[in-house]
Each structure stands twice: as C-alpha cells, then as structure tokens.
C-alpha cells in the first residue's frame, strides 16, 4: 500500500511541529525517519494513524485520504507500534495479542481457529510464546514492547508505522524486530534515534529538523559528515565500506579520545 503525505503542517500548542512536509513512500518499501529529538517525526507519523490531525495537508493510503476512512478501515490498513508500551493493561499477553484482530471481525464476533493461528503466529515471531499467560503488566519494558509488535503482526494491516521500536529492547532483540518488520514485505514507516540501525535496515531515510523535512534518500547517500554535524550536533566517523557504513559519533564539544562510540546497530 503507498503511502503520501501532500504538504501536512501540524501545529501543536500554537507552534508547527511539522511544517509542509511531503513524502511518498511506495508499497512494500522500509522508511526510516530520523532527527533529533523534536524535530517533528513522531508528529508526522501521528497523521498516518489518525491520532493527529494536519492544519493543512493531506494523507493519503493508495491516494484515499485517511480522514475519509472509518476507524475500522484505518486500523485494516495501519497497524501502529508505539515506543512506550502501556503499563495499565489488564489482560494477558495472549489477550492482548488477539487485540490485533479486533479490525477483522464483526462486532462482538468470537475468535475464529483462524484469529487464533495468526496470533501465535505473531507471538511466534515477537519471541513471546512462553509469556501467554503472563499479564501484561508484570512484563519488563522490552517484554511489552515484543507483545506490542505481535499485536501489530497480528493485525495484518498492509502499513506498519513503528515509533522508536527499539525503545526498552536490548541490542540482540533490536536486530530481532528490525530483520522481522524487514521480512514481512509490508510498507512501514518506523521513527528512529539510531542511525546505524536506520543504515543496516531502512531501503531510505528521510531526515527532519525543526519539522521540516531537510533529506531524503538512500542511508549511505544522505547520512554524510556534514549533515549528520549540522542536524545532530555530533562529529562522525564513518567505518566500513561506502556500502555498508558504520558511524562513530562525538559529541563536538568533547575529545575524541573520551567520548567517541561506534557500536554497531
């Protein structure tokens, strides 16, 4: 499913958090937003969920404006994984996977043998099988956000939208979900602080500061020196082949011998 996003300013508090942004991300391709922290990414992606609605603009699934759907619709097409996984849910692991089937049935429909097969599928997948009887609330942070991303498998929606997934997940299981969401051959959208995970799994970056969008592209043509020190404020080492870059960061103010990293992700 193609996703556009036609010149959508969103303004928040009387400020423009994001400011005529225009993006086309065709179907079946892996985006990556990236930018500092405010710089209007999360924002933008609200838009496509329905969960922020633009000042001006347009968004659009396969050029039908997401506005014009009906809830039911929307969640068919948009399956949303948020990066802090709610702590109140009074429902099992199990339970709350199944949530992800809710758009698929009738109301007040029973579970078919064919929700139940698609979720443990998905629990599969997310590496959450053994946790199905477990409540949601009991979970650790990176737990919950392994059931948040079986819930969206389990939804089926053609258009993945991940807000900071890696958020509470250690370095194994970001690779995980990252190589999983990638396999699926589904659109998806995902708002990243790493850029090194965005390089190794993204078909594209697109690059926002101060909510416009300032970069777009392929993550070894735009994540140059100079772009990477204006929009994030840090030096940067790029290791590895032009291919299959690696950054180093510092921050500017600091020594390189103290403070650079180059962890790959």
Request: overall charge neutral.
């Amino acid at each position: 499913m193609r996703v556009e996003f036609d010149d959508v300013t969103v303004t928040l508090g009387g400020r423009d958090v994001v400011r005529q942004a225009s993006l086309i991300v065709e179907s079946g391709t892996m985006v990556g937003l990236v930018g500092p922290n405010g710089s209007g990414k999360s924002s933008l992606l609200r838009t496509l969920y329905r969960a922020l609605k633009p000042r001006q603009g347009t968004v659009a699934l396969d050029g039908q404006d997401v506005r014009r759907l009906s809830g039911r619709q929307a969640a068919r097409a948009v399956a949303v994984m948020l990066q802090d996984p709610p702590t109140d849910f009074d429902l099992s692991v199990h339970e709350t996977v199944l949530l992800g089937r809710a758009p698929h049935r009738a109301s007040f429909g029973r579970d078919t043998p064919e929700d139940v097969r698609i979720v443990d599928e998905a629990m599969r997948r997310a590496e959450i099988t053994d946790l199905g009887d477990r409540m949601v609330a009991t979970l650790s942070g990176g737990q919950r956000q392994r059931v948040m991303l079986a819930r969206a498998l389990a939804q089926e929606s053609p258009v993945l939208v991940l807000d900071e997934p890696s958020n509470h997940l250690d370095i194994s299981h970001q690779h995980e979900l990252m190589s999983t969401v990638r396999s699926l051959g589904r659109t998806v959208l995902a708002a990243l602080h790493d850029l090194n995970l965005a390089t190794q799994y993204c078909d594209r970056v697109v690059v926002l500061a101060a909510g416009r969008i300032v970069a777009d592209g392929p993550p070894a043509r735009v994540f140059t020196p100079d772009l990477i020190r204006t929009v994030f404020g840090v030096d940067v080492r790029v290791l590895g082949d032009t291919d299959d870059p690696v950054f180093a960061f510092r921050r500017l103010d600091v020594p390189s011998t103290s403070a650079e990293s180059s962890v790959r992700s």
